[in-house]
């Protein structure tokens, strides 16, 4: 490839999975054999990405963003950055076109239908053809263009499937274990939380159990405790109109074995939370730092504390992607998977780390990874984007073998706009 790039593999993954390929008719800025690409794709592809950044978060109409040093090495601002990411993708998806066609692949009469059918609702909510113009303007595209992008789009998946599966079934068995054991880690937790939840409390102070999560009914514990009778000979009774069991103390008698704890929640259902003291959190630190040098490669040990400790489900082998990318869900409660997989890939099978997050503290063992993992039933929601990340890896790989011999015209790439004179695409 004639011009340099430097590529973050996590964005560039994830682009290559929502963006499209286009093959132009007028002021080729790189070119690949027969195949040549605009600069009015390569600037659509900088307002996808564009829009994605806006769509998580990131303050995409502030010049200041833009301007933002990333790497005090070399000045790179995010600006430069995503440039060059895009830049690259665009490189390779100008050798996926001709590879498709090397290939004698084919869109069917079909898959063209699904792209018209997609079109004419763009241009119904629109308004017209020339409003949906006028909208595309921004992300230097128009109707005619857009569909060559979309038929294009379609192509590189029939390009992937023809090369790896519809469900990557065409991929070899070691090709698969090399991935997942070069980017998954497996290990077990013992989770010691450093909250607690509000409970209901009986007059006394203790906390109350229902007969089930709705709070129907209380949880007596009728074999050993006894009903009383108020001063007009009436038994007593509780809130919700049963008769009360005491104690042989005079306290409520609950059954603790089959009824459940009463938390309270919030107007959405949730359990409402309180934080434990300062020194209660401490304490539980010293816990954690004592199990995991307890169980320090003793696995066996360690199976025992789980049972003994830990206070989530616990015992279920976990896995966790460990390098390249945003591997957790896009919410706060889950985002410190990342740096749980940072921390696990450091450690060696059945060594043991305490690891912190906003809800206490997991003491983590690493384990070997099973083959086939990936593929078993149970692990269904752990491996949920693996076929997918697999095959974007595979094909990247692919394309980049052949960047060498594609040809970019630096004074069409000179003029063309950036990521901050874009607009930001969410909807094409």
Not at 124 to 141: D, I, P
Not at 177 to 206: C, H, M, P, S, W
Not at 382 to 403: K, V
Request: glycine share 6%; proline share 1%.
């Amino acid at each position: 490839m004639k011009k340099s790039v430097k590529i973050l593999s996590l964005l560039l993954c994830l682009v290559l999975c929502a963006s499209a390929l286009f093959a132009c008719r007028a002021k080729p800025m790189i070119e690949y054999g027969d195949k040549t690409i605009s600069v009015n794709v390569y600037e659509f592809l900088l307002s996808r990405m564009k829009g994605t950044l806006k769509y998580y978060g990131y303050e995409v109409d502030k010049e200041s963003f833009w301007k933002t040093v990333v790497s005090l090495e070399d000045g790179t601002t995010y600006d430069d950055y995503f440039c060059e990411i895009i830049m690259r993708q665009t490189v390779h998806y100008l050798i996926a076109d001709k590879l498709f066609d090397d290939k004698g692949l084919k869109l069917s009469a079909e898959d063209e239908k699904k792209i018209d059918d997609i079109l004419a609702a763009h241009v119904e909510r629109a308004g017209s053809k020339s409003e949906l113009n006028a909208e595309l303007k921004e992300f230097g595209v128009n109707y005619e263009i857009l569909r060559e992008i979309y038929l294009l789009e379609a192509k590189i998946e029939l390009l992937k499937e023809h090369l790896y599966g519809a469900e990557g079934e065409k991929i070899e068995d070691d090709v698969k274990e090399e991935y997942f054991n070069t980017n998954y880690v497996a290990f077990k937790q013992i989770f010691l939380a450093t909250y607690d939840y509000v409970t209901d409390l009986d007059r006394f102070g203790d906390v109350v159990y229902y007969t089930d999560e709705k709070h129907t009914a209380i949880a007596y514990d009728k074999e050993n405790g006894k009903t009383v009778t108020n001063e007009f000979g009436k038994i007593v009774e509780d809130v919700l109109g049963d008769p009360e069991y005491i104690t042989d103390d005079g306290k409520i008698a609950y059954d603790k074995k089959n009824g459940v704890i009463g938390y309270v929640t919030n107007k959405d259902g949730d359990k409402i939370i309180k934080e434990l003291s300062a020194e209660e959190k401490a304490e539980i630190f010293e816990n954690a730092k004592k199990y995991a040098s307890d169980c320090n490669k003793n696995t066996a040990l360690f199976e025992e504390y789980v049972t003994k400790y830990d206070e989530s489900e616990g015992g279920s082998l976990i896995y966790l992607l460990s390098s390249d990318g945003y591997y957790a869900a896009q919410n706060d409660a889950v985002a410190y998977f990342d740096d749980m997989a940072e921390m696990l890939s450091g450690l060696d099978t059945g060594e043991c780390e305490v690891f912190k997050s906003d809800y206490g503290y997991h003491v983590l063992c690493r384990y070997e990874n099973e083959p086939g993992a990936y593929d078993e039933k149970d692990n269904e929601d752990m491996f949920a984007d693996f076929y997918d990340s697999l095959i974007s890896r595979l094909f990247e790989t692919l394309c980049a073998g052949y960047e060498d011999d594609v040809t970019v015209d630096e004074k069409v790439f000179e003029k063309a706009p950036t990521m901050s004179e874009v607009g930001s695409n969410t909807l094409y």
